[in-house]
């Protein structure tokens, strides 16, 4: 007999062994310790062991967007299943791809309310893409195989395999990779010829055309980010780049107008709205891109690449939708127009680039570094420049750095902006940027971080220094929850309810406690030296950055308004937006 | 294709059909109250027991986008082999079942008999003082006989939901 018996803990190893899986982020508990002494005897895969389960989901989410592989998280069941929703969450709301492994009770306790019970594919069906409870011992190797397949495929998201314990114990047969596939799950890849040909037509007759590129293109492989800038050269029409987005076209080019959106730029904004026609490549018109939805883009026919069906005509009606994954579309698009020799329209593209020449004038992300204190835009547009001459992968938290980090930090590249969009969740940033360094070891990763979020995942930076990962913390030290203190300017009369700070640690100590490295600056002049010193540590560091406490972040369209209703930084105050009721309403 | 962006909301009977496994109807319920879908009615049953295979009939009501998000969102489920929009497609039969209890004693008692007669309810369970009739046809016709049942001593009502298929010779 060829099949092999094994227990089922040693075919979970030996599944992710096939699966090719270099890092597993986990935490071990009662319900997964069969799994942990299976992982025990074997080399074949490098557990990293976190400090919260949701530190592993991160972890696991830095490491697949920077790479394009399927993210692998072992956690126990109950509290080590329900600390894993938010990571979770945050990988379906951004499309990674994540297999998460979770321990539980025996089955024939399910449903007792047994120790460390949770209902855990019940609390995960609506933050997965699909979830497997496993009953059979010789479904298990299958199951787990078929997860990967499902996380990777079509639009990636997180899948969770629970895992009883009297299942991991028991002896079946192991099935390897090479046999999955599914019944009903199948993607489509290709898109409808006549649509593309349709689509191709539409944007060479344009008069004022405009890319609108998103996640999507960066999940779609490094293949379609080559094809998107090829195309968008051929064409030489303008392209703006979702928060999501960015990487998949060089921003040093000049067809790149910047991110769109909410803190997008004026030019993209403008032209977004003005386009007559708009070809999305793998953005799905979140309401932090389209602002007011009644007043998005109203003149402009719109195209729409999306693999997955859900996505198109959910939020904007478009004119022609095409269902297919981006790299082929855009290359079957590209055939079109080579084959029909298409050329845009010269005096139109002239007029068109003249236009945007103008909004690109306005020059909205200036500011002015006066006096002693640090603008915290200040401090990124310096790490950018001391940065950019090397390979390196920022990671963000959440709030007013965020956006100024999108903003200032410029990609060159794909997969080397990891941001939590869809869900905003405070303390991504840390434990993504541990996955991504152990995924390029010797490249610079950096967290921009802001002193509120840092403090919700902080205690990964243990798990940095156990594992010799030089990551970077560089923190735009507001003392207040900078994004939160914005829209109660903006929008709550200044009344600055529970957003300031208070009780700060100190971060310089609190780095050296856990055997990392603090450095601080508080003056502009003491900028640059910081951030080489930085960059020259070869051990985790930590650097609070004392800025502005009072510093907004502009362009902002306020909640409920239009693309061309834009709040900018030295706009006319007679003449701002203000925020309606409606708005008021909205997040 | 350009979809239909007309703002009223329409009934839509929808039919899907899934693998039989653990937890795919909790998934299908769970899309339509995460995204605020209404259900006005579901039926589900096995409907190939070798393939193990369910059929769910959904009756819902929305916008064409909404229609068309919701099927979209049914076919991205994992277990989901096909969503149909029997409303939409063409010629089709919609059927429900009722039991319904009647109590009651003399001249009502008979009128709900001759009542029955005419809707071609059927009498599944008498005693003394009640029948149990039971009765297949369109919601509308349900509803005109359970109406009909009020005011001579309707008791209890159970209903199926609807069930639907295309006419014709093509399955879903
Ligand atoms: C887990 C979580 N809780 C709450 C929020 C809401 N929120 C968004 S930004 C923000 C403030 C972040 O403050 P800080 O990290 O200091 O960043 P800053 O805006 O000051 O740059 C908060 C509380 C969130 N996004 N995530
Ligand atoms: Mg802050």
Known sequence: MSETQMTGAEMIVKALADQG??????????????????????NSVRHILVRHEQGAVHSAEGYARSTGKVGVVL???????????TGLTDALMDSIPIVCLTGQVATHLIGNDA??????????????????????VNQLARTIHEAFYVARTGRPGPVVVDLPKDIQLSLGTYAGPEKVSHRTYAPRMQGDTRAIEQAVELLANAKKPIFYSGGGVINSG???SELLTKFVRMTGYPITNTLMGLGAYPASDKQFLGMLGMHGTYEANLAMHQCDVMLCVGARFDDRVTGRLDAFSPNSKKIHIDIDPSSVNKNVAVDVPIIGDVATVLEAMIDVWQKRSYKADPAALKQWWGQIGEWRARDCLAFRQEGA???PQYALQRLYELTKGQDTF?????????????QFMKFEKPNRWMTSGGLGTMGYGLPAAIGVQLAHPGKLVVDVAGEASILMNIQELSTAVQHRLPVKVFILNNQYMGMVRQWQELLHGGRYSESYTAALPDFVKLAE???????????????????????????PVVVDVAVDQKENCYPMIPSGRAHYEMILADGDAQKQPTITDAGLALV | MAIATDQIARSHTIAILVDNEAGVLARVIGLFSGRGYNIESLTVAEVDAGRRVSRITVVTSGTPMIIEQIKAQLSRLVPVHRVSDLTVEGPRVERELALVKVAGKGETRVESLRIADIFRARVVDSTNTSFVFELTGSAEKLNAFIDLMRPLGLVDVSRTGIVAISRGPNPL
């Open chain 1, 373 to 375: 204190i640090i603008k």
């Open chain 1, 75 to 85: 956690v126990t069941s109950g509290p080590g299943a329900t600390n894993a929703v």
């Open chain 1, 115 to 136: 120790f460390q019970e949770a209902d855990t594919t019940g609390i995960t069906r609506p933050c997965t893409k699909h979830n497997y409870l496993v009953k059979d």
């Open chain 1, 394 to 406: 920022i990671t963000t938290e959440v709030g007013q750095h965020q956006m100024w980090a999108a």
């Open chain 1, 222 to 224: 490094d293949k379609a």
């Open chain 1, 21 to 42: 899986v270099e890092f597993v982020f986990g935490y071990p508990g009662g319900a997964v310790l069969p799994i942990y002494d299976a992982l025990f005897k074997t």
């Open chain 1, 513 to 539: 406690a856990f055997h990392a490295v603090g450095l601080r600056a508080t003056k502009p002049e003491e900028m640059d030296d910081v951030i080489k010193e930085m960059m020259a540590v070869d051990r």
